[in-house]
């Protein structure tokens, strides 16, 4: 009889044994962090920065955004499955991954990333993946094939955005050498701002803009998804700590302090200059703030953000009024004055707060093996520059070959004047 | 019969509506429209790029009456949209060859 009871008390210890065995470094508070901001941070894009954009666009428009939002989270999330993830977080190369984790072989449910499970990592990078190109499209606006967009996401991930996570995140060089970039200044930011620019000057400017009538169609629209920006940035920098801990919550902290800090001084710099505050201007002076803040967000403090706040505002605002008035640049969306300017700003800004020397100013300290301002702050323009003019070279010869591929990436003049919603996809956004 | 044709500003819409009944005339159409003569537009401000919008929103009246009725209508319809500031719109009569109420058939004045 206690021989019986004692086996099967035995016995039924097994299934307890075999669970603490396969996740024994699993931490569950991080976990849940990072499974939530996970969520926070595909919102961003769907529908967040979809409705952002969608309503900047002309009417005729607004499903091509939409659209294009939805197709890249689709295709983005399928590549960083195939081949994706492996070329950014595998090996040991210093420039690029290998294939050992293509189709996310070894990624089981037990495998863990640091103390989060592997799968929740690489879903977590993958919503990265999906937002980058999502914030391109801004620059080819109204007058993009859709064919086009969709091959470009495909290239543009494997031979710019892969490397550079590789580069920055993935054990590559600028890791090695100590760059800051919390939650992607330079993978996200420049990459996204500068293939924008190069994207909008190959494709020529829209007829509108040469008109000069491209004002938005719906800005109740535009800043319903603004708000959402705003939230879902507290996944973007508070989930890139990967931790349910201090350093999640001042990131956020700090994120949030930008946001509003951006946004108001880019509201009155414009109440200064014309005589009028606008909701727009609010809000793309938030998202400026959010954007330079990104890279520094894990290394500063809140006295620092709300500098680095005020100087996203003012610098973003007139980067912006640069590009469209001096330049006569049709980047539609504004994605490289607002994100590009912004991640190149917010990571040499990393550089300076992150100092531990500046009373109530400082940071968190410098990268380790750094000592000095000076040598941080060079190794954050290495990075700057490295990022932006790679991006600049690999951007123009694939939006080239994608032009050989798709017969051209520019709809015809008709086409242009009809709308991509009806010549795209045979819809129309709205039925009044 | 007449047709009246009215462009008003939106805002005047309600009062003319009600001047018109209060004199017995019931039937309007209705249309929101754009337009300028000489009112300036104004200029809406999107990311530093500024646009002079010239086409000012304004509603258009119409209204089938009676030749006999036509100089009260064209009074109650003036009466309620003046404001005595430009851009208070313009006021078009057209002669009308035939009507037809389309329920019954009626023609003439008695479809009106």
């Not at chain 1, 529908?47 to 939805?70: D, E, T």
């Not at chain 1, 492996?86 to 190369?93: I, N, T």
């Not at chain 1, 967000?297 to 005020?310: D, E, K, N, Q, T």
Request: glycine fraction near 12%.
């Amino acid at each position: 009889m206690l021989k019986t009871l004692l086996s099967i008390f035995f016995l039924s210890l097994f299934p307890l044994i075999s669970f603490a065995a396969d996740e024994p470094t699993v931490n569950g508070a991080n976990t849940s962090w990072v499974l939530t901001s996970t969520a926070l941070v595909l919102f961003m894009t769907l529908p967040g920065l979809a409705l952002f954009y969608g309503g900047l666009v002309k009417s005729r428009n607004v499903l091509s955004i939409l659209m294009q939002c939805f197709a890249i989270a689709g295709i983005a999330s399928i590549f960083w499955l195939v081949v994706g993830y492996s070329l950014a977080f595998s090996g040991d190369g210093a420039f690029v991954g290998n294939f050992s984790k293509m189709m996310f072989n070894g990624v089981t449910e037990g495998s863990v990333a640091g103390d989060i499970p592997e799968s929740l990592f690489a879903l977590f990078q993958m919503t990265f993946a999906v937002i980058t190109p999502a914030l391109i499209i801004g620059g080819f606006a109204e007058r993009i094939k859709f064919s086009s967009v969709l091959l470009f996401t495909i290239l543009w991930l494997a031979f710019v955005y892969a490397p550079i996570t590789h580069w920055v995140w993935g054990g590559g060089w600028l890791q090695e050498m100590g760059l800051l970039d919390f939650a992607g200044g330079t993978v996200v930011h420049i990459t996204a701002g500068v293939a924008a620019l190069v994207t909008a000057i190959m494709i020529g400017p829209r007829k509108s803009f040469v008109r000069g009538n491209t004002a938005p169609h719906n800005m109740t629209m535009t800043i319903t998804g603004a708000g959402m920006l705003w939230v879902g940035w507290f996944g973007f920098n508070g989930g890139s700590a990967l931790a349910a801990n201090g350093d999640a919550a001042m990131a956020m902290l700090v994120t949030h302090i930008s946001a509003a800090t951006g946004a108001i001084t880019w509201m009155c710099y414009e109440w200064k200059k014309y005589g009028k505050p606008t909701a727009l201007g609010s809000v793309t002076g938030m998202v400026a703030g959010l954007g330079t803040i990104t890279p520094a967000s894990g290394f500063v403090g809140p006295a620092g953000a709300l500098v680095i706040g005020f100087l996203a505002g003012v610098i973003c605002f007139n980067a912006t009024l640069m590009i469209k008035q001096k330049f006569k640049i049709d980047d539609s969306l504004d994605v490289f004055p607002v994100h590009g300017v912004g991640g190149m700003l917010g990571t040499f800004l990393a550089g300076i707060f992150a100092s531990t020397q500046l009373g109530l100013f400082s940071g968190q300290g410098f990268a380790t093996g750094i000592e000095s301002m000076g040598a941080q702050v060079g190794v954050q323009l290495v990075g700057i520059v490295s990022t932006f003019v790679y991006t600049a070279i690999a951007t123009f010869l694939i939006f080239k070959v994608v032009g050989m591929i798709t017969n051209g990436v520019r709809v015809s003049d008709d086409e242009e004047s009809q709308g991509l919603d009806l010549v795209d996809h045979n819809e129309r956004g709205y039925e009044l | 019969m007449k047709l009246i044709t009215a462009i008003i500003k939106p805002f005047k819409l309600d009062d003319v509506r009600e001047s018109l009944s209060e004199i017995g005339i019931y039937g309007l159409t209705v249309t929101e429209v754009k337009g300028f003569g000489r009112q300036k537009g104004h200029t809406e401000l999107y990311r530093g790029a500024e646009y002079v919008v010239d086409f000012l929103p304004k509603v258009k009246i119409e209204t089938a009456v009676d030749d006999e009725r036509l100089d009260e209508a064209v009074e109650a319809i003036i009466k309620a949209a003046n404001t005595g500031k430009i851009g208070d719109g313009k006021i078009f009569i057209t002669n009308i060859e035939q009507t037809i109420r389309i329920r019954t058939g009626e023609t003439g004045p008695d479809a009106l």
